[in-house]
Structure formats: structure tokens, C-alpha cells
Nanobody, 119 residues
Framework: QVQLVESGGGLVQAGGSLRLSCAASGRTFSNYYMGWFRQAPGKERESVATISWSGGRTNYADSVKGRFTISRDNTKNTVYLQMNSLKPEDTAVYFC????????????WGKGTLVTVSS
């Protein structure tokens, strides 16, 4: 089992920044791909950014490229999502996820943190 706890969500004006954190416990953190997903009201959950075991490989949704940065600190068992130039359409519940192989078929999920971007 992997336990994931997100933090850092909140209300921000358009153009502002937030940094989300996800603290992991339960298994060897560095053995898992980590990812951030989001779900807006009335929409399906979508991938925002993912990062490989050592952090050498990252992947981003087209909608956040150049604005969001995913990173991880394996010494702290934590993954981060730096979000800059936020837009109202970024409003969603953001979920942290962990997957052993990065296939995301059945990952471990956190409970989510709400990000609201006002116009």
C-alpha cells in the first residue's frame, strides 16, 4: 500500500502561482512513477504531469506545458507541482498518484486538493 497526502491547494487569481505537494508513505517512494491528475466539475479526470522514478523523465498535458513543472525529492518522499500563470480553466481537484510502472492503469490515489482560479 502507498498512502498519498496532497497539500497546497487554495484560491488564487488568474496569473498567479501555487505549489502543490504530495507526501508519500508505505512503500519505497523511488520505486514509483508519480503523477498529478485533475478533475474539473462535470469532467473526467485527466493527466496533468507525470515523472519517472529518478525524475529524469517528465510528461505534461499540452494545456499546462510551459506553465507547470513537476518535480520530486526522493529523500523526502515528496512530489511537487509548481503551477504558474494559472488560468480559470485550471480550476479542479488535483490528485496525486503513484504507479509502479508508469502505466497508470490502477495507481494509488490521494484524496485530492482543490485549486480554484478566479478571473
Amino acid at each position: 500500500q502507498v498512502q498519498l497526502v496532497e497539500s497546497g491547494g487554495g484560491l488564487v487569481q488568474a496569473g498567479g502561482s501555487l505549489r502543490l505537494s504530495c507526501a508519500a508513505s508505505g512503500r519505497t517512494f523511488s520505486n514509483y512513477y508519480m503523477g498529478w491528475f485533475r478533475q474539473a466539475p462535470g469532467k473526467e479526470r485527466e493527466s496533468v504531469a507525470t515523472i519517472s522514478w529518478s525524475g529524469g523523465r517528465t510528461n505534461y498535458a499540452d494545456s499546462v506545458k510551459g506553465r507547470f513543472t513537476i518535480s520530486r525529492d526522493n529523500t523526502k518522499n515528496t512530489v511537487y507541482l509548481q503551477m504558474n500563470s494559472l488560468k480559470p480553466e485550471d480550476t479542479a481537484v488535483y490528485f496525486c498518484a503513484a504507479d509502479r510502472l508508469g502505466a497508470w492503469a490502477n495507481p494509488y490515489w490521494g484524496k485530492g486538493t482543490l485549486v480554484t482560479v478566479s478571473s
